[in-house]
């Protein structure tokens, strides 16, 4: 008898993206994806039924109606079906098309064969259970903004904080630079890096991923790299702000994103404390992306 799978669905707002997310993977669940529904998002994912019962699903959308109640938004609706097996794991992917992004790269996904007549640096990309697909507005903020710093021959050697998938990590190296380290809190993010490093043939030794936080990445890198890019949330950017400038070479840079608009004054003047000067802030739907130089 084949295995079902639960395929939950939420419509919500996108201030609530990154809180869903983050519940359904402590959930346990697979393959999560996100699409554009006019001034909303819909979020899908995935779990076998033999892992939770339906009261538990009932329970999930209960939290996920809590943390909208705490920011004050639009409750989000959740609906959940069962599927076939067979079903679940392209169910998420049907939606997943190659994105380019800026000027240079282009995310295809590794079910997909990648076009042949693209002049695009072509990242091919299986995110797994891990966070980083390159269709969230951060991860685009974050690629376009690693885009201007790195050219073929820049020989600059970067840190990833939560690196997710890798997405983030890999197109480094993609578009030039020559060293990445990169760590994440979750075993999966790390396994999916990995994954993701060997499908765009990058030697293992120019991208160094380990399990573990900014102390974890302080004990890998043999001396400060020229800047580093952190993609999760603005309270977690805002706990190792003060420990983010000894990673860096004096002047270093940094990318920080996952924070919301309403966030940025916030987020910058915790990094000001630090010794950091705010260059730029770019903006995409509700989300934006923190440029900085250490003085």
Sequence with gaps: MSNSWWEI???????????????????????????QLG????????????QVKLLEVSDLSLQFEEDARAIGCALPITKCSLIDEEDWSSSWKQHWQP??????????????????????????????????????????????????????GSNLTIADIGCGS???STAALLLGAV????????????????????????????LIVDLGSIDQLQAIIPEPVDGFVCNILADVIMELAPSMAALVKPKGWAILSGILSSQVADVSNVMEKQGWIVGTVWNRQEWSCINLKHK
């Design 9 to 35: 669905k939420i419509e919500c707002v996108a201030d609530l993206e990154e809180s869903i997310f983050w519940r359904l993977s402590e959930f346990g669940c697979k393959g999560m994806s996100t699409q």
């Design 39 to 50: 001034s909303e998002i819909l979020i899908a994912a995935y779990i076998s039924q033999a």
């Design 99 to 152: 994105q380019p992004i800026g000027d240079r790269l282009l995310i295809n996904p590794a079910w997909i064969e990648p076009p042949t007549d693209s002049d695009r640096i072509i990242l091919t990309l299986d995110p797994g259970v891990a966070f980083g697909t390159g269709t969230h507005a951060t991860t685009q903020l974050c690629l376009e903004a690693l885009e201007m710093r790195l050219q073929p």
């Design 166 to 168: 890798g997405i983030l």
């Design 179 to 206: 060293q990445v380290y990169a760590v994440d809190n979750d075993p999966l993010a790390v396994k999916a890096t990995g994954e993701n490093r060997d499908l765009n043939l990058i030697p293992t030794e120019k």
